[in-house]
């Protein structure tokens, strides 16, 4: 077996540096986010965040029984000895890969402190001094997440009008690109499992994208989400039925498993496709980029394997001429970690924003200016990922009250 513990060793005192201690903490925002700290014997500490969702804590622990004496500025070395020592447990793919997303994160912003530069300065460029951020909005009242699970509100939550609403609020704030879900309780009508849009589903569709088009200036994009619910018929259909609107994307049509069937429903339509966001590793997106299955990939860097893992599927998406826009549900912490991937990136264009109803969201950071200002973020310049948490609103918001373990 390849040993990946065995990095080289020589190197001046000021970078001998080890892994004393990994930490977690849950906190509990529109979904509950999962916060990694790395401390080393430098006197640094680095921050991290690890996809949503349970199960997390548990993996990193785990990874102390091998990790601790490491050297944190082994970034990638160690994302591959994670994945190494864990390949048993299913570490190749899912939760593992998860789990080491975060703590890569977290290795990159205590690499940052200890060499004194900025993350993005670390993965080797710099294109924009900005990241514009998509909106992901909702129709009024019409989402809400209790302990990690989707309860939808009733039917007549989502009319065409309650999308428009949205749209023109949000847009209002700044944003020049937003995104609505356009799976709804109504498509499970006559049948909840067969995934089929009915003639009826597709038309209430049009609509909603039609009055929500219609109610956005012309500079503001927008995408339409429908989270894997729809058979391939079904798919193509409704891609066919949105071609005249000119849309940002439309995302997550079919169930993510097939690449052929993805395959076939980008082919068949003029609307630009977009997925990619629950796959995991660069080897998982290869072939839907390089044979074109998809017009924009959105991997997320907090599932994928972390930042230089989501950079190789940038590099894959590039050579194909395929813009990448990471899908992003996070807290500031992995939000400003993609921000600093989305600045070395010649193909990005968007980075996702999904907590415009946490109002305690910018609170977690310790700033004096906004975070995001006109739906955009400033890449920051200070050594890591720039950021400093609050640590009172993060022991008020985690799931025990007392912040990391």
């Not at 402190?113 to 990241?131: A, F």
């Not at 302990?147 to 428009?164: L, Q, R, S």
């Not at 003639?199 to 009055?211: Q, Y």
Request: hydrophobic share 40%.
């Amino acid at each position: 077996m390849r040993d990946y513990a065995t990095g080289g060793t020589n190197r001046p005192p000021d970078r001998d540096v080890e892994i004393t201690d990994i930490r977690t903490c849950v906190l509990e925002g529109n979904f509950e986010w999962n916060l990694i700290e790395v401390e080393t014997d430098a006197g640094v500490i680095g921050i991290g965040e690890a996809y949503r969702g349970g199960g997390v804590p548990e993996l990193v622990e785990y990874t102390k029984r091998f990790l601790l004496g490491e050297n944190p500025l082994d970034v990638e070395r160690l994302g591959r000895l994670i994945v190494q020592e864990m390949s048993g447990h299913g570490g190749t793919t899912g939760k593992v890969v998860t789990a080491a997303s975060g703590i890569e994160i977290a290795l990159w912003d205590a690499a940052g402190k200890i060499l004194g530069l900025p993350v993005y300065q670390l993965l080797g460029s710099k294109y924009r001094d900005e990241v514009r951020l998509y909106c992901d909005c909702h129709a009024g009242e019409a989402y809400a997440v209790e302990d990690g699970a989707t309860a939808y509100a009733d039917v007549g939550a989502y009319t065409p009008e309650a999308y428009a609403r949205e749209a023109e609020r949000v847009a209002e704030m700044g944003f020049s690109a937003l995104k609505f879900d356009l799976d709804t309780p109504a498509d499970n009508d006559p049948d909840p499992f067969n995934g089929r849009l009915t003639r009826e589903d597709v038309a209430r569709k049009r609509a909603i994208v039609e009055r929500v088009m219609d109610t956005v200036d012309s500079h503001v994009e927008v995408a339409f989400d429908c989270h894997w619910d729809y058979t391939v018929e079904s798919a193509k259909r409704l891609a066919h039925a949105l071609e005249p609107f000119d849309l940002l994307w439309l995302e997550d049509v079919i169930p993510p498993e097939n690449m052929d069937a993805q395959i076939e429903v980008t082919k068949a339509t003029r609307t630009p496709i977009a997925t990619g966001e629950n796959r995991f590793r660069v080897h998982e997106l290869t072939k839907l980029v390089s044979e074109h299955g998809v017009d924009v990939i959105t991997p997320d860097p907090t599932t994928v394997g972390g930042l230089i893992e989501t950079r190789r599927v940038a590099d894959r998406a590039l050579e194909q001429y395929v813009p990448i826009s990471p899908h992003n549900v996070c807290s500031p912490v992995g939000t400003v970690a993609c921000v600093h991937l989305c600045a070395t990136l010649p193909n990005f264009d968007l980075l996702e924003f999904h907590a415009l109803e946490v109002d305690w969201w910018e609170d977690l950071l310790v700033r004096e200016t906004p975070l995001i200002e006109d739906g955009r973020i400033a890449v920051p310049e200070a050594p890591g990922l720039g950021i400093e948490l609050d640590r009172t609103v993060l022991a008020e918001h985690s799931l025990d009250g007392r912040g990391f373990q």
